[in-house]
């Protein structure tokens, strides 16, 4: 079975702070994508970030990283310098290309709040 | 840019009253979604079509049924309302030659009363 897991609800910070969220995920399957998405007050899920299974480098985009490490199964996401803008739910979620649904199972989602 | 609409943001029904919603993604991608979004539950598939005509059951399909009847719109109906459906529902879409990421439209809140 597939699943993801944040085990985080809720977390808030002050402007400038970094934060991290935790992500872990179950799956069997060899080959599978991972995923992070933002939703902000408005409500429409914005894609941030596909890692393949095979590519465990981690990447950083502006004061945006990502940590993947299959050995613990896990694909955490970093916040460097946090901002009010950056307050949202997040989510990360799995898909198997073996399944040709190309559905996606989400984690719980973590809502981040930035205080100025 | 891709672009995935729904047909209302906000939805008040009555209990036992039929419910439509509509989505629309203008990219020509083969699979839909739709999911329904609780605090603490995350997003969980409804049901998905991966071709017109074409529906799969996804994890909570109970009360809940599907129409594609055209490849760029996918329909979920609430044949009977009940107040346990009031949710946020969203829709995605995802091209089949893509490396699985779904783009989705802005929510529909509906609040079943």
């Known amino acids: 079975a597939q699943k993801v897991t944040q085990a985080q609800t809720e977390i808030s910070v002050v402007e400038k702070e970094d934060v991290t969220l935790d992500c872990v995920y179950e799956t069997r399957d060899t080959t599978y994508y991972l995923f992070w998405y933002k939703q902000p007050p408005s409500g429409e899920l914005v894609f941030l970030i596909r890692r393949n299974s095979f590519d465990e480098q981690n990447e950083i985009s502006g004061r945006y990283s990502w940590n993947f490490q299959k050995s613990t199964s896990s694909f955490n996401f970093t916040i460097t310098a946090s901002q009010v803008v950056d307050s949202a739910v997040y989510f990360c979620?799995?898909?198997?290309?073996?399944?040709?649904?190309?559905?996606?199972?989400f984690g719980s989602g973590t809502r981040l709040l930035v205080r100025p | 840019d891709v672009k995935v609409t729904q047909s209302s943001r906000y939805l008040v029904k009555r209990t036992g009253e039929k419910v439509f919603l509509e989505c629309v993604q203008d990219m020509d991608h083969e699979n839909m979604f739709w999911y329904r979004q609780d605090p603490g539950l995350g997003l969980r598939l409804i049901y998905f079509s991966y071709d017109v005509k074409m529906k799969e059951k996804g994890d909570i399909p109970e009360g809940y049924s599907v129409s594609r009847e055209k490849k760029e719109r996918f329909s979920l109906i609430l044949e009977s309302a009940s107040t346990n459906q009031t949710s946020m529902y969203l829709c995605?879409?995802?091209?089949?030659?893509?490396?699985?990421?779904?783009?989705f439209g802005p929510g529909t809140r509906l609040t079943v009363t």
């Open positions: 995605a879409s995802v091209h089949r030659s893509s490396t699985y990421e779904q783009y």
């Open positions: 979620a799995l898909s198997a290309p073996m399944d040709s649904s190309y559905k996606l199972i």
